[in-house]
């Protein structure tokens, strides 16, 4: 092998990794924020809502659950075109991340609705609370402290998931890589180093997670 | 191509099309099957590793936390690219489907040793007691003690594991494999409307991965029910 | 020549000191017991004897022979004299009452499965437990599941058996029959015990000597008259009249 590796050649474009690290990190919070507004209805309705509302959010849930998530962007990026919806790149990884991150927080938050026990309710109606007050001050902190942990352990797997946006064209950090290994085709390094980023933003990532959810929560998570 | 969804159906609709898209079925199946095979056993050689305390030096244990959490913090395309490029360095002619395997067994490596280190770390610590003074090696105590109890706890999310890696197969096809992914790019670059070419492994894709999420529902339930030997 | 002998032995656990200078001696084919206030150490020296935890400093001598406990060799070696039955009986949860006794002997030392499998139900019908041969840990009662992990000690061959508070976590009306277990095989076998125990009517009954341990300390070292009837150290007087004999 007579290729020698050279990082050095690389470091101009770590502002653009930077750069496309944050792109990523943001893309990921508006999916996830969108996704989670879809969770709360989709788990809301398959819960309490009517037969037929049930079914239709189950097999919203069902098919985007089991089919990957490049496909289903795939689809948009190129059916949508065609219906006369004309979208950015971007566009069209949000909207596909969106709808992705719906199902699976629908049945995050589902889990979540159905872990309050009936027993909190009834001790804190004992006492006289009222239902709103029983629900503000018993029923909300318990499902956000259970949800908290799984939904940013989601978040942190759709920062990872954001990479293949680089498909279609968006500068997130991977589509950065792309964008450098076609100027310099020095890959390994390149990867490596984006690969490297990824570990260090998740890991900042999640460490924020884990103190916030301790802190503000008093919700034990481990890293 | 023109015409009404029917007559594109129909063209669509081919015998060398099905057989095209079953070989890509195969091949997603080929991939998740024999990373998370691989993956599974050097996993647990990991988690085992990592659960020997002192009888392992400290810093083979840290490489090996180290290299777990590698694997599952970095995006797939990426694990994906950074092997295809190292092999193209180390020149030889691999195939891509090697590169593919060799890449995904090291993803499912990183997550599937996680979840067999829970699965061990769940088993009561007075099980290990108890083989320790009857002058068990640790090889034997997991062996006859430790890991026929803690394979309940292990299968249910490393099922789980591998209904995600098959979606998560489909970028395999970014460095080439012909995967179920790819066959739809082909298609669509075929000219067929991407409704039909990226429809048709959208449903491909639920029907190999809903039954399975069926079964793994199913075997969680038995194994909660059946909670004996 | 004792069958152990200890001498001066440290342990710290957590950077607490919870054995400050132990030194005792069992004599070959002599019950002795371990009686103390909770967290005087007495479990603890049986799980430092036994390898579960190591010494700071000190010496173990078993036939003579002095342990060195980083050594894998010496302690193997140890563990092929010497048994422990635990307060939580820590019988192995994925096998039979049977299996749990048998793997020991057939899988660690080699033995023939058969010959094995034979002594194993002698055992068993010695505890009274023959009919619960294969019947797994969940299914047994407390009582039940100590007798067999006491059986399964035995089919160890031990010369050296410790018993650590092993009623401590049974049901009241279980421990008569843990006891007279233990009772009845002193009486068909000669083995050296060393035994921590809470019971004192017990302790009285089978020990040849009695030792009063308390901080980490040996405080006073006796036979079962002198302790309970006369303890000299106030310290042991203490002890002895706020705990109920029989």
Redesign the interface.
Known sequence: ?D?TLQFGQITRFLPGFFTGALISLSLAAMAFAGGLLIGLAGAALKTYGSQLARRLVGIYV??F????????I??LF??LP?AGVLLSPYSAVLIGMTLNAGAYLTEIQRAGFLSVRAQEIEAAETIGMSRLQTIRHIVMPHIVRTLFPPLSNHYISMV?????A??FGVNEL?GQ?MSANAETFR??EI??V??AI??AV??VASALLVLAGRHLLRVRMAL | MEGTFAEQLREFLTYANATFLLSGMATTLVLSVSGCVIGFLAGFGLAAVRKAGGRVPWIVRALVAVIVEAFRRVPFLVTLLIVFFAFQLAGGNVSVLVVGIVSVSLIATGYLSEIVRAGLDGVHPNQWDSAIVANFTYLQTLRYVIVPQAWRVILPPAFGFFLMFIKDSALASQIGVVELTYVGKVLNNKGYTPALAFGSILVLYFVLSYPLALLGRYLELRLAQAKHH | MPKLSITNLVADYASTRVLDGISLEVENGDVTSLIGPSGSGKSTLLRVIVGLLKPSSGSIRVDGRSIDYDHADDLRAMRDQCAIVFQAYNLFQNMTALQNITIGPVKIRGRNPIEVRGEAMALLEKVGLADKAGSYPDELSGGQQQRVAIARALALRPRLLLLDEVTSALDPELVTDVLDTIRMLLRDHKITMLVVSHEMGFVRDVSSRVVFMAAGRVVEVGTPAQIFANPAEPRTRDFISKVRTL
């Not at chain 1, 659950?65 to 289903?72: A, D, K, R």
Request: aromatic letters at 20%; hydrophobic letters at 55%.
């Open positions: 092998m290729y069902v098919f659950t089991n089919t990957p998530q490049l496909v289903q795939f689809f190129f059916v065609d990872l998931g954001t990479s293949m680089a498909v991977t890589a890959a390994v990867y490596l984006v690969g990824y570990i998740t890991l």
